[in-house]
T-cell receptor, first 110, second 115 residues
Framework: DAKTTQPPSMDCAEGRAANLPCNHS???????VYWYRQIHSQGPQYIIH???NNETNEMASLIITEDRKSSTLILPHATLRDTAVYYC???????????FGKGTRLHILP | GAVVSQHPSRVICKSGTSVKIECRSL??????MFWYRQFPKQSLMLMAT?????????EQGVEKDKFLINHASLTLSTLTVTSAHPEDSSFYIC???????????FGSGTRLTVV
């Protein structure tokens, strides 16, 4: 079973920041938080990952709470092309598998 | 870097025939690849883990004789859906693990339609 809880859907206005929450209250100390997204009829795309510090790359920022029980993915300036299902996943680096939960379907509104 | 190429992107086959889907790592060696299937409006479901040079490991409930997986080289894994039926129609996605912290990269998927 997936170890994360995400809202099933969210809306965000184009040009605004999209903040996608994820609860992972049972996360272990050696588990990383990964975010992927899946645009319709495509394979998942890696976005970002982190352990306990906040992370930022060219696509997004990842904010992890101090107790690591939740995190937020931030898309700073959402565009229509960011419409996708976003998956938050926790895993140990050496783990073989990625198990997907139901994710959050993000709708970017023009 | 770390690109996985999956072919074909779409395939239509007749019921009872077999279909092979290829997954290639283009610029890295993948000792481990994974196969998922996805039904409409559902999440990805892991079917099996493909290990180069050894037998694949199937998830519970996945028929290994129906979904044949071969991982004969460090850059190629294949999934063969044998004796396909309409209920096998789905979106099949492969992924490969690579070093560098990002973990996994995914193919673009294969939409299989069995008629």
């Amino acid at each position: 079973d997936a170890k994360t809880t995400q809202p099933p859907s969210m809306d965000c206005a184009e040009g605004r920041a999209a903040n996608l929450p994820c609860n992972h209250s049972t996360i272990s100390g050696n588990e990383y938080v990964y975010w992927y997204r899946q645009i319709h009829s495509q394979g998942p795309q890696y976005i970002i990952h982190g352990l306990k510090n906040n992370e930022t790359n060219e696509m997004a920022s990842l904010i992890i709470t101090e107790d690591r029980k939740s995190s937020t993915l931030i898309l700073p300036h959402a565009t229509l092309r960011d419409t996708a299902v976003y998956y938050c996943i926790v895993r140990v680096l050496r783990d073989d598998k990625i198990i997907f939960g139901k994710g959050t379907r993000l709708h970017i509104l023009p | 870097g770390a690109v996985v190429s999956q072919h074909p992107s779409r395939v239509i086959c007749k019921s009872g025939t077999s279909v092979k889907i290829e997954c290639r790592s283009l610029d890295f060696q993948a000792t481990t690849m994974f196969w998922y299937r996805q039904f409409p409006k559902q999440s990805l479901m892991l079917m099996a883990t493909s290990n180069e040079g050894s037998k694949a490991t199937y998830e519970q409930g996945v028929e290994k004789d129906k979904f044949l997986i071969n991982h004969a080289s460090l850059t190629l894994s294949t999934l063969t859906v044998t004796s396909a039926h309409p209920e096998d129609s789905s979106f099949y996605i492969c992924s490969a693990r690579f070093s560098g912290g990002r973990g996994y990269t995914f193919g673009s998927g294969t939409r299989l339609t069995v008629v």
